[in-house]
């Protein structure tokens, strides 16, 4: 699976902002290009990280793979 992510400098703060537009959410910034290029890829870690569920009995969890 493959992601767009979408990084541009902002003129008035000097900084780089990264963002994933399919992941609304999804973003992160940094100083230089690349400082933020590695900070979106830790928070798209963070975005697809799983969150505690309450499964009624009998429910299945099951994890799947993109390829």
Do not use: Q
Request: net charge negative; glycine share 4%; hydrophobic share 45%.
């Amino acid at each position: 699976m493959k992601l767009r992510l979408v990084v541009e400098r902002d003129p008035d703060t000097k900084r780089w902002a990264a963002f994933f537009p399919e992941l609304p959410g999804c973003a992160s910034a940094g100083d230089t290009e690349e400082e933020a290029i590695h900070n979106a890829k830790e928070a798209l870690e963070l975005w697809f990280e799983p969150a505690p569920v309450t499964l009624p009995a009998g429910a299945k969890v099951l994890e799947v793979a993109l390829t």
